[in-house]
Every structure is written in structure tokens, then in C-alpha cells.
């Protein structure tokens, strides 16, 4: 359900993003998230999916779950989530189970977005037991350089857990960032 900006999203979005900065520089795709609650920033932390080897591993299921723990409570009533990308389907499956009450993204995902920028809408689906507001692109210009950045410098293969990205991925990619900047 297509959300209203507020005011802070903008700061908010900064710690997100220097997450994904992080991430970039520990050879992630470049993608940070942070929770707020009550005003105050409660957990942040980015892309760890090369590192822990796991496709669950991105920033917002790990933002998630830190709040949950910190809170003493898997309900995330109250919580905004930043991510500097539009949720992928597990991500925004996730702030569905966790009741979040707010998502703010960055940059839209016309290929794997699944908060309206994309192909699904997982905010606003009636038979959910959870809807929450989404609103994108909120410094959406600064994520997508780090994103094209990152995608600019892939070589191909790698010899560990991921399986490598080829030339036409890459160019996949590219592709997909450009339209998605149009979002
Ligand atoms: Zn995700």
C-alpha cells in the first residue's frame, strides 16, 4: 500500500545506507537496512549473504530479526524498516510475519521488488493478515550508484559459495537497474 514520507526518513535512510557501503566493502551486493522505533534507530546491519553463505542472510531478514531480539518481541508493531532497495519476495514476506508497521525503500526492483515497484505488492494483499504502508525512493539516487558500482566491477567466476556471475548476468543487471531506476 503506497505510504506517505515522513519527516527523518531522510537521516534514517542515511544509516541504511551507510550499511550498504559497508556491504560494498566487504564485496556484498551493496544493500543496507536499519529498523527504528520510537524515534530511535534499533538495529542496522547489511547484506551478509557471501559471508554466511546464506540466501537469508540479507540486511533486512537480519535488521529483523535484531529488532525482534532486541524488543523481546517477534511483533515489530511500531517499527519502520529503511532498506536503500526494494524488498525482495522473502524480505517482504518477512515484514508481513513480523508486522511491521512501516517500510521505506530507496531504490525500486522492477525484477524482485515485492513492494509495488515490481512485479508484486506484498504491502497490500487483502487476504494478509498484515498490511502496512511502502514508500520508495527515498535517496534512491545515492543506493542505485553503489548498486551500479558494485555490478560495474564483477568479474566472472568465483571459487566459493556463490556461484559466479557471468558477463550476461551482469549485463542482465545493468539492465534491470536502469529500468528500475525509472520506477
Ligand atoms: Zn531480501
Known sequence: MAGTLKEHDFEFMDVALE???????EDEVPVGAAIVYDGEVIAADHNRVRASCSALAHGEMLVLAAAAKKLGDWRLN????YAT???????AG???????????FAVGDCA????????????????????????GGVRSDECL????????TKRIPR?????????????????????????
Open 19 to 25: 550499511e550498504a557501503r559497508i556491504a560494498m566493502a
Open 78 to 81: 511500531g517499527c519502520t524498516l
Open 85 to 91: 532497495k526494494e524488498l525482495c519476495p522473502m524480505c
Open 94 to 104: 518477512a515484514c508481513v510475519m513480523s508486522r511491521v508497521s512501516r517500510v521505506v
Open 112 to 135: 524482485m521488488g515485492c513492494l509495488g515497484g515490481g512485479p508484486f505488492d506484498f504491502s497490500s494483499v487483502p487476504m494478509f493478515n498484515h498490511r502496512f504502508p511502502a514508500v
Open 145 to 152: 550508484v553503489l548498486l551500479r558500482e558494485f555490478f560495474a
Open 159 to 183: 571459487k566459493d559459495c556463490s556461484e559466479g556471475i557471468t558477463s550476461d548476468q551482469v549485463k542482465m543487471l545493468h539492465k534491470r537497474l536502469d529500468k528500475s531506476a525509472n520506477i
